[in-house]
């Protein structure tokens, strides 16, 4: 525990993500990182989910509680479908839907939490989405604070916005946006089939919150920190960058023993492009065979954390024969992948990645230059912002409809994994990143400030 904690009595904190795993997993290495300082936590989602969550290091569990809420039934939704993993991208909105379902049960939950008796929570963080948790905070007169798990530049330009009252919490498009992007942007604010926009429900959060917490540190953003004191009149906290642990559970092979892995250890060092594009939105069928058929045109050695398309039979997963003619120097894996193993293993060399924050991060920790094919939310300007810092290239989309090709593909990989000149530059860039996310002293300095900043906004 550390001594900036110890003065004064633990807290208790109330951490509920929203059901992405993209957001479960770094707020339960938050839950960890306060745990080991001392603090105990109540950390909330659903059953499945929780199930599905690594292990807690055995040294902080007794301090971590889980809270698992079930998910309200939502007719089009498929079964067991509690995280946006599970839900097909067109019914995102009725997974909101079901989401908004746990109010209720939330409420109740802090009732016992704060009734006589109880440890009653000294904080309640939620993510963005989570206005009636806000709200219910505000009921049971515990403060809020809302979690922001994207880059500061990102956040700076909904700030500037939400100064202006637009009507998009995204912000407006910065230079360079393309307008497939524009497009995606406007129709994701005109979906209300859950009852609220997006934009709707991340204003009503901001507003009930007593401080906004962002994955971020002025040592990353160097550039964009200074002009986020304040996110809507609330203060801004910077919690570091969350870098997993190398050793810990996520993303972790078991004693080697994953056929992944194992594959790796037969490839010459940094030979191997690393290919995995997130867990929620899959590539449709020929936008993976376009991807396929660049790998092979590239002629790299790959290892690809493939999704499937959801209906589509297995024989029409990738084109014919591609398999066969890349076998010895690619493998394509449809289950799930140790990826912080794969990516601290000495035979990668380059990360084609979709962008999400946690890859991006989880890349640049192992100083992976980028092959950046970003999909949906924030991964565009994620990827503009890596593609500024020269630490790689994205693959060249049709500006109107985002599509790409194999040509397109097989360019981006060879200028990152392959081509000296190019490939000196953006593996020594990604190197420099490399410095400050695998700085522990950067981010345990942001956790003890955040820390700190707990106690003193404490109510």
Not at 133 to 145: D, L, T, Y
Not at 340 to 345: E, P, Y
Request: glycine letters at 8%; one cysteine or more.
């Amino acid at each position: 525990m550390d001594n900036s904690s110890s003065s004064s009595s633990p807290l208790h904190v109330v951490i509920f993500p929203w059901l992405a795993f993209g957001h479960l997993l770094p707020c339960l290495d938050l839950a960890e990182r306060l745990a080991s300082r001392g603090h105990s936590v109540s950390f909330v989602s659903t059953p499945r989910n929780i199930a599905r969550l690594p292990p807690v290091r055995p040294a902080v569990a007794p301090l971590v509680d889980f809270v698992a809420l079930p998910l309200p039934h939502v007719e089009g939704l498929p079964e067991g479908a509690e995280s946006t993993n599970d839900v097909p991208y067109e019914q995102f909105e009725l997974h909101r839907k079901a989401f908004d379902g746990l109010a209720a049960p939330f409420s109740e939950f802090l009732d016992a939490a704060c009734a006589k008796g109880a440890k009653k929570p000294d904080w309640i963080i939620v993510d963005v989405f989570h206005h009636w948790a806000s709200a219910s905070a505000i009921e049971h007169k515990v403060p809020c604070a809302m979690l922001v798990l994207a880059a500061a530049s990102i956040t700076a330009i909904w700030s500037a916005n939400v100064a202006k009252q637009a009507a998009s919490w995204e912000g407006e498009p910065e230079a360079g946006t393309p307008t497939f992007e524009v497009e995606r942007r406007k129709l994701a604010r005109t979906l209300r089939e859950s009852g609220m926009s997006i934009a709707e429900r991340v204003s009503l959060t901001l507003q009930r919150c007593n401080l906004v917490v962002i994955r971020s540190c002025l040592e990353w953003e160097p550039e964009s920190f200074p002009q986020l004191a304040t996110l809507g009149g609330k203060p801004v906290v910077p919690l570091g960058l969350l870098p997993p642990s190398p050793e810990g559970g996520r993303g972790v092979s078991k004693d080697g023993e994953d056929a992944a892995v194992r594959w790796l250890d037969a490839q010459p060092a940094k030979s191997v492009v690393y290919v995995a594009l997130g867990s929620e939105v899959p590539l449709r069928t020929e936008q993976v065979h376009e991807l396929a058929l660049g790998l092979e045109l590239a002629g790299t050695r790959f290892l690809w954390a493939l999704r499937k398309p959801s209906g589509v039979p297995d024989a029409d997963v990738l084109p014919p024969g591609f398999e066969e003619r890349t076998h010895g120097r690619g493998l394509v894996v449809t289950g799930w992948v140790p990826q912080i193993s794969v990516l601290a293993h000495d035979a990668v060399g380059a990360f084609l990645t979709h962008c999400g924050w946690n890859s991006t991060i989880e890349g640049l920790l192992f100083g992976h230059p980028l092959i950046m094919l970003p999909i949906f939310g924030d991964q565009g300007p994620n990827a503009r912002l890596m593609e500024g810092r020269q630490v790689g290239v994205q693959v060249r989309r049709n500006e109107n409809d985002g599509s790409f090709d194999r040509d397109g593909v097989a360019t981006a990989v060879w200028a990152v994994a392959v081509e000296d000149e190019s490939r000196t530059i953006f593996v020594a860039n990604a190197k420099k990143m490399q410095e400050i996310v695998a700085d522990s002293e950067v981010h345990e300095r942001c956790i003890d400030g955040f820390i700190q900043c707990l106690r003193s906004h404490k109510e």
